[in-house]
């Protein structure tokens, strides 16, 4: 069955069968602790009912006698008359009215037990189908011997133990109905975050795949093409250019991922250091300038005149490379790119904002997804491999900050990194 491929379904049934044989030895331990001390209550009122027969036996004239008058009027646990019937040698002695079982199955259990073999205590069934408890023993008087056969209804100890086990029957099966419900919710609850990791590993890994394929089929052709005829030294040199650029790329893809991947087993462990605000985002705009200049972009700073803050340089630096790349790629011709930095209560936050398109609402939510692209159209030339935001974000968080897209005045589109101040 299809359903039961599931891993859900499966664990679900091992926990429902896990429930369920506990809660059938629950069921049978609580039937026994009631029935149990029911039924030596009905077997202690026909060892009551016998022994007070037996006591009343009497030796006269060698002949087994019981005294004149009726029979002990003695009841059972569920208040029901106990019938006796006494045999002896020359056959039956008294027995109670009304008897309930046959006169020839209570001579064969006498004969039995003149035969000196006790009888029960043991359920029978008697003339209107109804069940009984039977007790027979041998009692001596004198030299003579008496075959004592007691019995008891057993009607109210059935219907009792039947609705018992019903009553037991059904609050175990609602009980694993309920427990296979919580376990079903359960195990979806913990499977989630599993099957989001898997899908998620199934695209990062289906990305990268192509984001790795892409520059390696490019290379390839490019030194197919120049191996298939001799050409100039220029030719060479610029196939040459072009592979170069593409290792690069590629270079640059491989060290995000090793990052990323660090970032996922909790290995990115920034190592903080004092770094001066203003040094850090000063050098920074001078480092981009020259990438600015030939997009035809502006670099503004806006930096405080001193402060510092515990972070890994090496790290810091690239989540701020990697949000003025952005910005810079996005930013129209003419425009300008704004890098500032302030201290706001117990955390320094860092803005990157440009003059560009901006980012659509219903885009926002992915925007820090890895390869991630607002455009898939674009190329990679002008949208870069889609892992910078995601790397900032893992950056972020490793220093116990976080990095967020938040209204910019004038359009266009605003990151800022939050840092606490250690």
Do not use: C, K
């Amino acid at each position: 069955m299809r359903f039961l491929r599931s891993t859900r379904a499966r664990l679900v049934l091992v926990q429902v069968g896990v429930l369920a044989v506990a809660v059938a030895v629950a069921v049978a331990a609580v039937f026994e602790l009631a029935t149990v001390p029911a039924r030596n209550q009905e077997d202690q009122a026909l060892f009551d009912q016998w022994s007070a027969v037996a006591n009343a036996l009497d030796l006269r004239d060698g002949q087994v006698v019981y005294p004149p008058g009726q029979l002990p009027d003695l009841a059972g646990a569920s208040r029901q008359p106990v019938e006796v019937d006494v045999y002896t040698g020359s056959g039956l002695l008294i027995q109670t009215p009304a008897q309930s079982l046959s006169p020839t199955y209570l001579a064969e259990v006498a004969g039995r037990v003149l035969g000196g073999s006790s009888v029960g205590p043991i359920d029978i069934g008697d003339a209107t189908g109804g069940d009984r408890r039977l007790y027979a023993a041998l009692q001596p008087v004198g030299d003579q011997r008496a075959a004592i056969v007691v019995s008891l209804s057993s009607a109210d100890l059935q219907t009792f133990t039947q609705r018992l086990l019903g009553a037991l029957v059904v609050g175990g099966g609602l009980l694993v109905a309920i427990g296979g419900g919580l376990a079903w919710v359960l195990v979806t609850h913990a499977l989630r975050p599993v099957r989001v990791s898997f899908e998620t590993l199934r695209r990062f890994t289906a990305d990268a795949s192509h984001e790795l394929r892409a520059p390696l089929a490019l290379m390839l052709t490019e030194v197919d093409v120049a191996l298939a005829r001799d050409r100039p030294a220029a030719e060479y040199r610029a196939v040459l250019a072009r592979v170069g650029g593409e290792v690069e790329h590629l270079g640059r893809v491989v060290d995000q991922l090793l990052l990323l991947a660090q970032a996922d087993a909790g290995r990115l462990v920034p190592s903080p250091a004092a770094v001066d605000v203003a040094d850090l985002v000063e050098e920074t705009a001078a480092r981009w300038r020259a990438a600015a200049a030939v997009r035809g972009v502006t670099i503004a700073v806006d930096a405080p005149a001193s402060g510092t803050l515990a972070a890994d340089p090496h790290l810091l630096r690239r989540v701020l490379d990697n949000l003025l790349d952005n910005a810079l790629r996005h930013g129209p011709v003419g425009s300008s790119v704004v890098l500032s930095a302030r201290r706001h209560e117990r955390e320094w936050q860092f803005d990157v904002a440009d003059r560009g398109p901006g980012v659509p609402p219903a885009q926002r939510d992915r925007i820090f997804q890895r390869f991630a692209r607002l455009d898939p159209a674009r190329s990679r030339d002008a949208g870069g491999a889609g892992l910078g935001l995601a790397l900032s974000a893992a950056v972020a968080r490793a220093h116990g900050g976080s990095i967020e897209l938040v209204d910019g005045d004038g359009g266009g589109a605003r990151f800022r990194l939050r840092l606490p101040v250690q």
